[in-house]
């Protein structure tokens, strides 16, 4: 049976040209996405793709497969935005909080979708730390919540939905004296140039102080914290300091080539949880669901980064 996931992938296959980006932005690996492209062709009984010496290549067939696609796919979305309408889902007001990693992340993404397809709704966003969030959230002052929420788990009494995960990592200016070097290198000088980041909660400076051999985390070397993540970039870009952040908050300053990652592993190398938190007693109203789908469906596409640079 023809499957729109799987049209889905084919197009964002087609837009990327390779199988690994397009596995990362799809956040599937790249054997999962490579069987779902074999199952579509197997289904329609053609080829679609060629792996040429220059990248992937779409065939004839490929070609006119992505045109019905990017049509078929486009009328459901439409088909939702009716229904929506329908059930009254596009007016109302909702208030959420988003942290400052999956903001810088996606969160434009998602206001302009709302700006432009749903004007009738009304949407309070605040954004800053998780921990912060979370006392605003038991408060009652937020309808939901999306965070990295590894360093401070959600009340067991709550609900979470999980979204695309997040990777940590170190940032730096091309040219920076760590830029190149190799793990034990950056480890040993990392402290000597300072840290900028967000407000980390206690788990995440301890994990760092171990990361360093520092013996508490209150000798963390520090020099910005603010939970904007838009200024540290422009810190890290345009001095020697070190950010902290999550990949995908700095995917557009990674592609663009303004930051570059350091070769030096966080201690939770498998990608962090990225959570929409709300209340277990609370029923979300339509308006806030139609916000959660699309926080779902930006949170899992957001711009491809290059690859960091080879240990050496």
Not at 50 to 59: K, M, P, Y
Not at 75 to 96: H, K, P, S, Y
Not at 104 to 111: D, E, I, K, T, W
Not at 276 to 301: F, I
Request: glycine share 8%; with cysteine; charged share 20%.
């Amino acid at each position: 049976m023809l499957s729109l996931r799987r049209l889905e992938h084919f197009a964002v296959l087609a837009e990327e040209r390779s199988f690994s980006r397009a596995a990362r932005r799809l956040n599937l690996t790249q054997p999962a996405l490579t069987r779902s492209i074999q199952t579509l062709e197997e289904t329609l009984e053609l080829q679609l793709v060629d792996r040429a010496a220059s990248g992937l290549v779409l065939t004839e067939a490929g070609a006119m497969v992505l045109e019905r696609s990017r049509r078929m796919l486009g009328d459901v979305r439409a088909l939702q935005r009716e229904a929506g309408r329908l059930r009254g889902f596009e007016t109302g007001t909702v208030n959420f909080g988003v942290g400052s990693f999956p903001a810088a992340a996606f969160l434009g993404s998602v206001m302009t979708r709302v700006a432009r397809d749903y004007p009738g709704l009304v949407v309070r966003v605040e954004t800053e730390s998780w921990r912060r969030l979370l006392e605003k959230l038991q408060r009652d002052e937020l309808d939901f919540v999306v965070a990295v929420t590894h360093s401070l788990p959600p009340p067991a009494d709550f609900q979470v939905r999980e979204l695309p995960a997040q990777r940590m990592g170190f940032f730096v200016r091309p040219g920076h004296p760590l830029a190149g070097l190799g793990q034990e290198s950056v480890r040993g000088q990392i402290a000597g140039f300072g840290l900028a980041t967000t407000t980390l909660p206690p788990r995440a400076r301890s994990e760092l102080a171990a990361l360093f051999g520092l013996p508490s985390a209150d000798e963390l070397p520090v020099r910005l914290e603010c939970d904007n993540v838009q200024v540290l970039c422009e810190v890290a870009g345009a001095s020697d300091a070190v950010l902290f952040a999550t990949h995908e908050a700095v995917r557009r300053e990674l592609a663009a080539g303004t930051l570059a990652p350091l070769i030096l592993e966080y201690l939770a190398p498998a990608p962090l949880p990225l959570t929409l938190v709300y209340p277990g007693g609370r029923n979300l109203s339509g308006a806030a669901q139609l916000l959660v789908g699309l926080l779902e469906e930006c949170a899992g596409c957001p711009v491809t980064p290059q690859a960091p640079p080879p240990a050496g």
